[in-house]
Every structure is written in structure tokens, then in C-alpha cells.
């Protein structure tokens, strides 16, 4: 089992920077990739970053894509989510994901196996 709990979410205008963490318990962190994701009311979980195991490689959607920075420190069990030049359509629950090593950055999200509770961002306009 690996417990995951996501903070740093909040209230930021347009154009302003958020940094979300997800600290993780349980098993060997560094066995999993880890995932971003994020959901509006009536929309599916919607993917927004994705990291390695070792750190090395990230994915992004194009939505945000030269905007957020995902990363990890296996020391600390951190998994973060830099987010900047912040618009209202990255207004959501952010979602923080363990998955399997061998999983690829592109797997949908019945891929993962682990979910924190979420981490409300809301960017005003």
C-alpha cells in the first residue's frame, strides 16, 4: 500500500504560480511512476504530468506543457507539481497518482494504482 496526501492548492489569480506536493507513505516510493492528474465536476480525470521512477523522464499534456514542471525526490518521498503562468481552465482538483514502474507516462488513469484525496487550485480571472 502507499498512502499519498497532495497540498498546496488554493485561490491564485491569472497568470500567478502554484506549487502542489504530494508526499507519499507506505511501500518503496521508488518503485512507481508518479502522475498528475485533474478533474472539474462533470468531466473525467483528466491527465496532466507524469514522472519516472527515477526522474528521468517526465510527460506533459499539451495543455500545459512549458507552463508546469512535475518532480520527484525519492529521498524525501515528494512528488511536486510546479505551476505557472496559471489560467481559469487549470481550475480543478489536482490529483496526486502512484502507478506501476513499468507502466508508461502515457497510461490512462485505471493504470495507477494509488490516489490522494486532492488539492483544490483555483486561478481567478
Known amino acids: 500500500q502507499v498512502q499519498l496526501v497532495e497540498s498546496g492548492g488554493g485561490l491564485v489569480p491569472a497568470g500567478g504560480s502554484l506549487r502542489l506536493s504530494c508526499a507519499a507513505s507506505?511501500?518503496?516510493?521508488?518503485?512507481?511512476?508518479m502522475g498528475w492528474f485533474r478533474q472539474t465536476p462533470g468531466k473525467e480525470r483528466e491527465f496532466v504530468a507524469a514522472i519516472t521512477w527515477g526522474g528521468g523522464t517526465r510527460r506533459y499534456a499539451d495543455s500545459v506543457k512549458g507552463r508546469f514542471t512535475i518532480s520527484r525526490d525519492n529521498a524525501k518521498n515528494m512528488v511536486y507539481l510546479q505551476m505557472n503562468s496559471l489560467k481559469s481552465e487549470d481550475t480543478a482538483i489536482y490529483y496526486c497518482a502512484a502507478g506501476p514502474k513499468w507502466a508508461a507516462l502515457s497510461s490512462p488513469p485505471d493504470t495507477y494504482n494509488y490516489w490522494g484525496q486532492g488539492t483544490q487550485v483555483t486561478v481567478s480571472s
Open positions: 507506505g511501500r518503496t516510493f521508488s518503485d512507481y511512476i
